[in-house]
């Protein structure tokens, strides 16, 4: 059984630009979440997606959007990118049926750079 | 606005000794505490995760205490490995299936 996986795993970028990164959540999960893991920090919340639909969002700007799809995996874009996107993206995903719809289980994120 | 606040960053114990991370929080709405391990390069995999009915709970070597009066829980692993050697983080979230917050994390460096 197959965990959370993401893509691409490393990514570089220039200033301005728009990027597009994927995950696929673990089987039997229906949410996805993403968030932004700078260096030396814990995670920060983006958004999380059920059902298509955008449930939640943090403290981030416009320029961060998603996407979720009908087999319940997700995109993450971001445009205009500035320095301060470079970071580690996370994608979490968890079930919202059961007793385990807390536990969120993360994928191995995507290196962003941008130059 | 730091909701979750974790100390210490840094942590180095002896092989075999007990490392104990603690973390605070404030929004007493939390109902959720889970502990996540992060290695250099992954993503953070989910250690064990407590709710505020319960004092403590404990999986193997790791035990969560959690202090609902002071709004405080902290991690204790027993017998530290040379394995155990990674960042840690607490969370918490509110309601079922919400975000997590984060707290900054734990550096654990365990010497033989």
């Known amino acids: 059984d197959a965990g959370v996986t993401q893509s691409p795993t490393h990514l570089i970028k220039t200033r301005g630009q728009q990027v597009t990164l994927r995950c696929s959540p673990k089987s039997g999960h229906d949410t996805v979440s993403w968030y932004q893991q700078a260096l030396g920090q814990g995670p920060q919340f983006i958004f999380q997606?059920?059902?298509?639909?955008?449930?939640q969002r943090g403290n981030f700007p416009d320029r961060f959007s998603g996407h979720q799809f009908p087999n319940y995996s997700s995109e993450l874009n971001v445009n205009a990118l500035l320095l301060g996107d470079s970071a580690l993206y996370l994608c979490?995903?968890?079930?919202?049926?059961?007793?385990?719809?807390?536990?969120?289980?993360f994928g191995p994120g995507t290196r962003l750079t941008v130059l | 606005q730091q909701q979750v606040k974790q100390s210490p960053q840094s942590l180095i114990v002896q092989k075999g000794g007990i490392s104990i991370i603690n973390c605070a929080y404030e929004n007493t709405a939390f109902d959720y505490f889970p502990w996540y391990q992060q290695f250099p390069g992954k993503g953070p995999a989910l250690l064990i995760a407590?709710?505020?009915?319960?004092s403590e709970k404990k999986e193997g070597r790791f035990t969560i205490s959690f202090n609902k009066s002071a709004k405080q829980f902290s991690l204790h692993i027993m017998d530290s490995q040379p394995g155990d050697s990674a960042t840690y983080f607490c969370?918490?979230?509110?309601?079922?299936?919400?975000?997590?917050?984060f707290g900054t994390g734990t550096q654990l460096k365990v010497e033989l």
């Open positions: 969370a918490a979230q509110t309601g079922g299936g919400n975000k997590l917050t």
């Open positions: 407590i709710r505020p009915d319960v």
């Open positions: 979490a995903s968890s079930s919202q049926a059961g007793t385990s719809y807390n536990e969120q289980f």
């Open positions: 997606y059920y059902e298509e639909e955008e449930r």
